[in-house]
């Protein structure tokens, strides 16, 4: 156990010498090894997973396309189950903690997970998923959920999870784009102590599209709509399939996942993961930063609808060996210490979630967990959004005690794997800072024209060959986008993050924020664009604004303008314009505020000055507004806000 508090050196916090001797890594050394030549580094990770044939190149790049380990057949479940069974059979891969406190929570041992995938792998193969063919996933944080995916993984067939609390439209857009054929769901699922009922949804999602078949886990037992030969019960599909399934052998540039996200435009883009290159990220993340041993614990609260769930829920603990957590329900219910009691219940030795998360818990105030001692944490992660100062030094003293290093970690859906942070055996760890490029990945910053940035300017971040092996290969169907969006800022031979950020001195790298339309609600991505397309569903709203505003817990919250042609109340408006973003995308997008308007501002060209609403909200100065085509809109913007 580690009682010592981390050493500080001015505004920077290292290790203690007895956590350095017990890390995986401990010393900087690995940083110029791996600089010296990134591929090679890679290529020696690689050799300590399991592949069923070498690759025989390990990086081609013929920009803006690239691939790692060509050649390369693997499948990733040898490398999650089988090769776990050898010395770790009986050993807990994960327990799930269901949402309601009196259900008694499940252990899947490493051997009871493997035959759970081998028996749906099978069952999915007798409904006539073949490799290649997309399988939707909407299932809560459950068991079954980790099962689907890598069942889907087993046989080759590509997992399109997509997050339970989407809306059956959000669904129903995935499965279309993907043109899946199965679909896996629940008849419904806990949320604050009510049910929902998942089933209806899903229901409702495939309406329209190509799904001909859908699996069902019971998990609520409420009553749910059946149509006969389409629906098929988990328990009674798996029942008496086999405990074995053959791996099917995978290039490793074959696509293992697709989830999609915000772009910069209205519409979500499915982002498209391979198999070869993401395992190896994955393990190795996984493993080093979180630093995980075989005495380890690891609780990442994210849900498997988003990335952070599906690499650190899913599949790096796996590869890593580890045992970790999964929760089905809300943090703060029905107890606004819940987290704090799984950490103590379970014993969790590293616990990773997110600034908004870390604020939430700030608020409900230090006293709530004042009897809890958090002894067995040795690390702490934070993702999602920069974490600023506040936060991290409340979640340093009250939650680490100041004896565990923060890692806060900078990636994206699209880099498939943590990219930025420092290493908790090697450090520093400096508040409100994310920390250097993990081993073996060249990051810059640079201004407009692509000028390399010196410490303390901010500007572009980019990511510079070889890349990461777990960064997206495209935007599913759709080249122009995956080009545009990533490949057209610099040229096709740097990634653009879409990020800004800045270097201090020691290199350590802070991340400001978006340069895109995308916002950051509670951590969720979602675009503004996507926001105004789901209002202009309402009849009669003829127009809309959606800009991201400050939050004290949520990190940023959209605020609506919208301009109607009905003379309606305005409290009905409001009721109306979010129902309307409940059901096309979910609760999670839902607005602080919607203002109805009589016009927007706009310039001679028509485009709408998002940022002029921002400031009027906000209250900042706005500027010049010479360019606008109707300045009289923003005095009246005004008069309404300030009503
Ligand atoms: O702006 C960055 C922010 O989240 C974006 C990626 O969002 P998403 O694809 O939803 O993935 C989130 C989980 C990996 C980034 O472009 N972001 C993510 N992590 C951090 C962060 N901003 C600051 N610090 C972080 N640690």
Request: with cysteine; net charge positive; aromatic share 12%.
């Amino acid at each position: 156990m580690n009682k010592s508090k981390l050493i500080k050196k001015g505004n920077l916090y290292y290790p203690t010498k007895e956590f350095k001797k017990r890390a995986l890594l401990n010393s900087s050394k690995i940083y110029l090894e791996a600089a010296k030549n990134p591929i090679k580094f890679w290529e020696k990770l690689a050799k300590e997973l399991f592949w069923q044939k070498k690759w025989k190149k390990a990086f081609l790049h013929n920009p803006p396309y690239f691939k790692w380990f060509v050649g390369g057949k693997l499948n990733i479940t040898e490398n999650c189950l089988d090769r776990n069974l050898e010395k770790k059979k009986n050993k807990v891969a994960f327990i799930w903690e269901p949402e309601p406190t009196g259900e008694r929570e499940r252990y899947f041992t490493y051997y009871d997970l493997y035959r759970e995938v081998n028996k749906l792998a099978n069952a999915l193969k007798k409904l006539g998923v073949k490799k290649g063919d997309r399988v939707g996933i909407y299932l809560p944080m459950i068991p079954e959920v980790i099962i689907s995916m890598l069942a889907c993984a087993r046989i080759g067939a590509i997992h399109v999870v997509v997050f339970s609390a989407f809306s059956s439209q959000a669904l129903n857009i995935r499965l279309q784009d993907t043109k899946a054929k199965i679909l896996i769901t629940s008849d419904g699922y806990y949320r604050r102590g009510k049910v929902i009922n998942l089933k209806q949804n899903a229901d409702k999602g495939v309406n329209g599209t190509e799904v001909k078949k859908i699996i069902v886990v019971r998990r609520t037992g409420n009553e749910v709509f059946w149509q006969k030969n389409r629906d098929f019960w988990w328990e009674e599909l798996v029942k008496n399939e086999k405990d074995f399934c053959p791996p099917a052998t995978m290039d490793s540039e074959d696509t293992l996942f697709i989830l999609y996200t915000s772009g910069s435009t209205g519409k979500p883009k499915g982002v498209v993961h391979t198999s070869g290159g993401y395992m190896v990220q994955a393990n190795f993340t996984a493993k080093w930063i979180f630093d995980l041993k075989e005495d380890d614990i690891f609780w990442s609260m994210a849900d498997v609808g988003w990335v952070t769930g599906h690499t650190y829920s899913c599949y790096g603990p796996l590869l890593a060996g580890t045992t970790f957590v999964i929760f089905e329900g809300a943090p703060d219910w029905p107890a606004p210490d819940r987290w704090a009691q799984i950490i103590e219940k379970y014993g969790v030795t590293t616990f990773y979630t997110a600034p908004t998360a870390i604020r939430m818990f700030e608020k409900y105030g230090a006293d709530l967990i004042k009897k809890y001692k958090f002894d067995t944490l040795q690390i702490l992660g934070s993702v999602g959004e920069p974490i600023d100062t506040a936060a991290w030094k409340w979640y340093f003293k009250k939650v680490g005690k100041e004896r565990c290093p923060i890692v806060d970690t900078w990636w994206q859906t699209e880099t498939g794997g943590i990219l930025i942070t420092s290493l908790p055996g090697i450090g520093p760890f400096k508040p409100a800072f994310t920390g250097i490029p993990f081993p073996g990945l060249k990051f810059d910053i640079l201004d407009d024209k692509g000028k390399s940035l010196p410490a303390g300017k901010e500007g572009n971040l980019v990511l510079l060959p070889p890349f990461a092996p777990s960064l997206l290969r495209g935007v599913y169907k759709n080249p122009k986008k995956y080009l545009k969006t990533y490949w057209s800022e610099y040229g096709n031979k740097i990634y653009f993050t879409s990020d800004t950020a800045y270097k201090d001195k020691n290199g350590l790298i802070r991340i400001v924020g978006r340069v895109d339309d995308v916002i950051k609600v509670a951590g969720h991505r979602i675009t503004t664009g996507e926001l105004e397309n789901a209002i202009a569903q309402h009849p009669d709203i003829t127009e809309s604004a959606v800009v991201g505003v400050h939050d004290e817990i949520k990190g940023e919250v959209p605020v609506a303008f919208v301009v109607s042609k009905e003379k309606k109340k305005e409290k009905d408006i409001e009721k109306e314009v979010k129902e309307e973003i409940r059901k096309v995308i979910g609760p999670i997008a839902l607005p602080k505020k919607v203002y109805v308007v009589p016009d927007l501002p706009k310039t001679r060209s028509g485009k709408i000055m998002r940022r002029i609403l921002r400031k009027l909200f906000t209250g900042e100065e706005l500027g010049d507004l010479s360019t606008l085509a109707n300045p009289e809109s923003v005095k009246k913007i005004k008069e309404i806000i300030a009503k």
